[in-house]
């Protein structure tokens, strides 16, 4: 088994490591490490995703995604 990392799978937005919402914990750990100090820069990253997301995801409400991807960037 190959290590297919912890990066959404798309349009679904589940980590195929985890098979849990993206971004899980460790893409969060992971994301925290690449940015560091930089909340901004994480914080636009994430934003862009989300973006993509909720074009990508009609179920879900735009809130909740706003939640789960740029929330805790703060
Ligand atoms: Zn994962």
Redesign the pocket.
Known sequence: MGDIG?HPERPNWD????R?P?P????RVKLGETYGPDRIGLGMYMGALLFAAVAEMPGPNPEDLYQRFVAWTR
């Open positions: 912890h980590c195929p490591s985890c849990q993206w899980c914990p460790p893409a």
